[in-house]
């Protein structure tokens, strides 16, 4: 039976396997915590967009930032996609995974002058600049390597996305984008400098949205824009509407991905848009329910108030419980027939914080050395993953129908010592 949500995922056998994959194997094979993702997940949450813009002049550029693994990225890449990226880092993880230069797009409020002169030797398709000052700093960028910046303005529309207060991002205090009212006057200033050549307008109003009508209000306010600005004379060729698009985690019912754009296309033919070149940015959406992290339970430890499950991923894994109280459905990796009753644990990793929990209260049946599964773990976890308690980074797998490829191996504490040093006490000793 597959879980609702999760088509790659299914209990075979009581086994819980991912593309036929027994989870338990893969954990006795590869250790935990580890994370698993399903090529034809990603595909198939691809398709999705694919379907809804048929007929269209679409890019959909992949926001690594939800994984930016390798092995992930060359999955898209391979597909066809552009990538949304927000660093120099990102940039250079995109060009190694295979991403044709001119399909990346560069967002983010803080890019550095580094960044943007390596972004332009390498001809990427556009820099979505986040402010004012930004303009005239890409300016001088372009202009120093006798160049011209593609560029989009991202516009805040001014929309509440109906989610997290961290990821809502564009809301008039949200630190992106230029204010709607500014926005005019901010094309005009870009159409004069030499440096750079306006190529379209950009947003991006928040993650894990479930509802349509943030994403409808959107379209709206974009459109009165890009009449103001065409009537001033500045031609825009490509409208890109973000990312944000939420996905199932705890029964949420987020659209999908092609009725949300059939809606979003309807609005965008009547006002005379539709066969206009789209793009988005599509994060979690492509990613987040293609993964899964295993983790092997090392103790249960009855308490006076709660019981505890302690388990081996932790908040350096699995980050999103402890930032944004999320929730992850976390089911046993096989479904062993045990003579006690099912207890209620709060899952718990072993972080010296009590921030770290990956789930509140879960009913399971589970004895020491068992496995759990953390679901809709693609997004946002190994990318937010960190070193925290000097914790190695977990291994992931990419698998594809009968194939399993280690896209990722465990790290070791001497790739975490690679880049640090003891003082050298014979100069530390000498005076100044
Ligand atoms: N475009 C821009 C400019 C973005 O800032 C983001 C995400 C995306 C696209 C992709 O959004 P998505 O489709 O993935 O929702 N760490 C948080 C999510 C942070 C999202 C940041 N920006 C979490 O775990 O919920």
């Known amino acids: 039976m597959n879980l609702p949500g999760h088509p790659q995922l299914a209990y075979v056998d009581n086994l819980l396997c991912v593309e036929g994959h027994a989870l338990d194997d893969l954990a006795n094979q590869h250790g935990t915590p580890l994370f698993v993702y399903s090529k034809a997940s990603m595909l198939a949450a691809l398709a999705a967009y694919q379907r809804g813009f048929v007929g269209r002049h679409v890019q959909i550029c992949y926001a690594m930032k939800a994984n930016p693994s390798l092995g992930v990225l060359q999955v898209f890449a391979k597909a ?3 990538f949304d990226i927000v660093s120099g880092g990102e940039l250079a993880r995109a060009l190694a995974a295979g991403a044709a230069p001119e399909k990346i797009i560069f967002s983010g409020v803080g890019k550095t002058r580094m960044e943007m002169q390596r972004a332009l030797e390498v001809g990427i398709g556009c ?3 986040e402010s004012e000052a930004e303009i005239e700093v890409l300016n001088s960028v372009a202009l120093s390597l006798g160049k011209r910046a593609p560029i989009s303005i991202r516009v805040n529309p001014n929309v509440d996305p109906k989610t997290h207060p961290y990821i809502s991002t564009g809301l008039k205090g949200n630190k ?16 004069a400098l030499a440096g750079l050549e306006i190529v379209g307008i950009d947003c991006h109003i928040g993650s894990q949205i479930t509802e349509e009508a943030p994403y409808l209000e959107t379209v709206d306010r974009m459109l009165e824009l ?4 065409e009537l001033a004379g500045i031609a825009i060729e490509h409208l890109d509407f973000g990312g944000g698009l939420g996905i199932n985690y705890n029964g949420d019912s987020p659209p999908a991905a092609e009725t949300l754009w059939s809606k979003m296309l309807q609005r965008l033919d009547a006002r005379g848009f539709g066969q206009r070149k789209l793009m988005i940015e599509p994060g979690r ?17 009855p308490g006076e108030q709660k019981n505890f499950c302690i388990v081996d991923a932790a908040m350096n ?10 929730f992850h459905t976390i089911i046993p990796t096989a479904r062993h027939q045990h003579a006690e009753a099912s207890q209620v644990y709060d899952v718990v990793g072993p972080v010296c914080e009590s921030g770290d929990w990956i789930g509140r209260e879960r009913r399971l049946l589970v004895r020491p050395g068992e496995r759990l599964a953390v679901l809709s773990a693609g997004a946002y976890c190994m990318s937010m993953a960190s070193n925290y308690n000097a914790r190695p980074r977990a291994a992931e797998l990419l698998l594809d129908s009968e194939h399993c490829h280690v896209i990722r191996r465990r790290e070791t504490i001497d790739d975490q010592l690679r880049c640090e040093a003891l003082v050298d006490e014979t100069t530390a000793a000498a005076p100044r």
């Open 176 to 191: 992106f984008g230029i204010a709607h009212d500014r926005t005019l006057a901010t094309y005009q200033r870009a159409h």
């Open 127 to 129: 820099f979505n600049v």
């Open 226 to 229: 890009v009449e103001s600005i």
């Open 80 to 82: 066809g996609c552009g």
């Open 317 to 326: 894994d699995l980050p999103r419980p402890a930032m944004y109280q999320a």
């Open 285 to 301: 959406s492509l990613v987040g329910n293609a993964g899964v992290c295993v983790t092997e339970v090392l103790y249960l430890k």
